[in-house]
């Protein structure tokens, strides 16, 4: 009898790492569209809530760039731990997060399970979200995930003058785990990226990052992009997959804090992680970025539990 993967649904509300509040409530409108469905997809399955630092949204911002990176801290490693253990158990983590800042704990927890594990991502967003401190426009932390992971700090395209404790929290963030670099330009991989600014583009550039985009993804048809994702990253042991709902148009829903007009539909989202997921290489994967105060109609939440239902269900069948 072929063996069935078990998924456990982690949910992170954290949105410390947003320049635009209300991503934190998008877990529970996930659910709420749930619920609207008539579904038991949330009762039959487990869920681990992790405790969020949003309080630290009412103080006074230490770091002008790199905002709130001491809650930021705080998240990686709470979300690391429980990526870490959901794997070492034998599940499949889902999470469900608010801002994209988490991810960087999710990637944490993986390399903290496998760390002798070649590990690649793809980064299914409308940015890039290579930022760091010393390059970022804004401090805002969501757009620096994935320098926090690849351990690059950019400087030769330095904008920002840091202080000694900016310094020393950024490196910190890099090191959750104890390990630093998390992954390699490499082992990155791009779906539907088509936001950046000038500092991002120099690092995309000089490390030939693969970028598969929208109009890409129509011509060449979902099947055939994914077996090429794949197939680029066939040197990892382990893949993570990262669904940034701007990903897609903004037609759809306004539901998300940094829409970009070029995006993808919700038929080609779903098509695309349901294809993914297939590859038992594929170890976890992250819903972010779901805003259901830029949403009155809840339709992105919606759109959202239809693909997390039907890849959940591929997934345990698998």
Not at 13 to 27: D, H, I, M, P
Not at 69 to 74: A, E, N, P, T
Not at 208 to 228: A, D, H, L, M
Request: with cysteine; net charge neutral.
């Amino acid at each position: 009898m072929k063996k069935t993967r078990q998924i456990r649904i982690i949910e992170v509300k954290s949105e410390v790492g947003a320049g635009t509040r209300g991503a934190s409530l998008g877990v529970d409108a996930v659910k709420i569209a749930a619920l609207d469905f008539r579904s038991t997809f949330f009762r039959t399955r487990r869920s681990i809530n992790i405790p969020d630092d949003n309080a630290a949204l009412y103080g006074v911002v230490e770091s002008r760039y790199a905002k709130r990176i001491r809650s930021v801290i705080k998240m990686y490693e709470r979300i690391g731990a429980a990526v870490r253990d959901s794997l070492k158990d034998g599940k499949f983590p889902i999470i469900i997060s608010g801002d994209h800042s988490n991810a960087g704990g999710t990637i944490s927890g993986i390399k903290m399970a496998y760390p002798d594990s070649r590990m690649g991502a793809i980064w299914i967003d409308a940015h890039a979200d290579m930022h760091s401190p010393y390059t970022s426009p804004s401090g805002n932390m969501h757009g620096m995930p994935l320098a926090s992971v690849l351990g690059e700090d950019n400087i030769e395209n330095k904008v920002n003058d840091l202080d000694y404790e900016t310094i020393e929290l950024w490196e910190r963030l890099k090191n959750v785990g104890d390990i630093s670099p998390k992954l390699d330009y490499r082992d990155l991989l791009f779906m539907t990226m088509r936001d950046f600014e000038e500092q991002e583009g120099y690092l995309l550039k000089k490390n030939k990052v693969k970028n598969f985009t929208t109009s890409e993804i129509r011509k060449t048809g979902v099947t055939k992009v994914c077996r090429e994702a794949m197939k680029y990253l066939a040197p990892c042991d382990k893949v993570y997959v990262s669904f940034d709902v701007d990903s897609m148009d903004p037609t759809i829903s306004r539901g998300t804090g940094t829409p970009v007009k070029g995006g993808i539909n919700e038929r080609e989202a779903a098509d695309i992680i349901l294809e993914l997921v297939q590859n038992e290489r594929v170890c976890a994967l992250e819903f972010t970025e779901i805003n259901p105060t830029l949403d009155s109609e809840n339709v992105m939440a919606e759109t959202v539990f239809e693909i997390l239902s039907k890849v959940a269900r591929q997934i345990e069948q698998i």
